[in-house]
């Protein structure tokens, strides 16, 4: 009980203070800390558990294999297959079907996943979809279509969860026809009224297909509307171009009370650069943290230094640089040493220059941009003076 409510300390205790602990005891705490996504607490207590001589039994071998998949832990995780499948546990419990395939999958090792499934004699949705969802994953979308057809096939209704990742693989290719086919089969069930995780996929997959006129409509047709929703159409925008649009609905979703996240700056920080918004976009990157409390990460750096990059805003681009916390700043400097080529700052590109070099003296693409910087300048003569650039004394061949 403890455990199920995420208590866990008390569930040590009163596992602690047991006079006799069996493998349910140990199973029920090992899968309370699994459900909450306390991989290496879950393995601890199995350690232990086995430890103190207790044989663990096919609800902890399910438990385990989650906290492997959870950990990417895939050696592990085929030692626990494999004792199972010696110990006879697949024939007899069919809820450890569903944990094996789900772990080969998040570790991606899909070949074992469909050797799994396919050795299956009991198979159903959530089998499914932790197969289905595997190859969304890795990547192939096309063969997670051709499962979830072979899926209904086989007399399996599909649920909401099949359903998102379905709509996240029709959009990861293009498949706009399919989606609009699994867009179909979810009016027929009611899903977009009852499950926002299936409404935000549809409107993804209808923002990366292009169809923004539909997207705008089923976010519209949504009774709740989240940040991810919003962000799903407010990022298609931006990636076809339309810009003001992105901006439009950045401005509407505040608007309905939606705070935006990190996702959200991070798209339009970046539509602010493409649109040479600097005023807007820097305002923007400080209502990050002072208004919705969200520290920029490097890519919210990245783009604000673009930015000023992009309209020549040289020298607040080298004060925000020199503010930002510690990340790894080179492609930063690299940017702002174009910048300063594209507007001819030799001081800002030297001071660029210098800092991309203390990464690596002979970084390609800085001591290219700085040679082109000094002859377009027309400053030639002074390009010994950087490092990379002195010539070095020859060497007489001794014969």
């Known amino acids: 009980m403890y455990a199920k409510c995420g208590d866990f300390s008390k569930a040590q205790d009163v596992l602690q203070n047991l006079p006799f602990r069996d493998v349910v005891s140990w199973s029920a705490l090992i899968a309370g800390y699994a459900k909450e996504g306390q991989a290496e607490q879950a393995l601890k207590c199995f350690h232990r558990m086995q430890h103190e001589g207790i044989r663990p039994n096919a609800v902890t071998y399910a438990c385990i294999l989650k906290a492997y998949a959870a950990l990417g832990v895939l050696n592990e995780g085929k030692k626990i297959h494999d004792v199972v499948k010696n110990q006879g546990l697949l024939q007899n419990n ?31 949705v959530v089998c499914w979809n932790a197969l289905i969802v595997g190859y969304m994953h890795d990547g192939q979308g096309e063969r ?7 899926m209904k096939h086989d007399g399996i209704t599909p649920n909401a969860t099949t359903y998102a990742c379905m709509l996240k693989a029709c959009a990861s290719i293009g498949a706009c026809d ?30 990366k297909c292009g169809k923004l006129s539909k997207a705008q409509e089923v976010l519209h047709q949504l009774p709740f509307r989240d940040v991810v929703s919003w962000n799903a159409l407010i990022t298609g925008f931006a990636q076809g171009g339309l810009g003001e649009q992105a901006l439009s609905y950045f401005e509407k979703m505040q608007s309905e009370g939606i ?77 702002l040493l174009s910048a300063s080529h594209k507007w001819g700052d030799i001081k800002v590109g030297r001071l660029a220059y210098e800092h991309a070099a203390q990464v690596d003296r002979m970084h390609g693409p800085a001591v290219l941009l700085m040679a082109n910087m000094y002859s377009s300048a027309e400053w030639g003569e002074h390009l010994n003076e950087v490092p990379a650039f002195k010539k070095q004394p020859c060497c007489k061949l001794q014969i």
């Open 144 to 150: 997670a279509l051709d499962y979830f057809k072979r």
């Open 259 to 335: 705070s935006p996240d990190a996702v959200s700056f991070l798209c339009i920080l970046n539509v602010c650069s493409h649109l040479g918004l600097v005023d807007k976009g820097y305002e923007y990157f400080v209502n990050m943290t002072t208004k919705y409390g969200i520290i920029p990460n490097s890519e919210c750096f990245t783009c604000i230094i673009d930015l000023f990059g992009r309209t020549g805003h040289l020298e607040k681009a080298v004060q925000l640089i020199q503010e930002m916390p510690i990340f790894d700043q080179s492609a930063n400097w690299i940017a």
């Open 94 to 124: 069919v809820e450890l079907g569903t944990p094996l395939v789900d772990m080969y999958a998040k570790c991606g090792a899909l070949s074992k996943v469909k050797c799994v499934f396919d050795s299956l004699l009991h198979r159903d």
């Open 178 to 207: 399919e989606g609009q086919k699994i867009h179909d089969e979810i009016e027929r069930q009611g899903l977009l009224e009852v499950d926002i995780m299936v409404g935000n996929a549809l409107v993804d997959m209808y923002a």
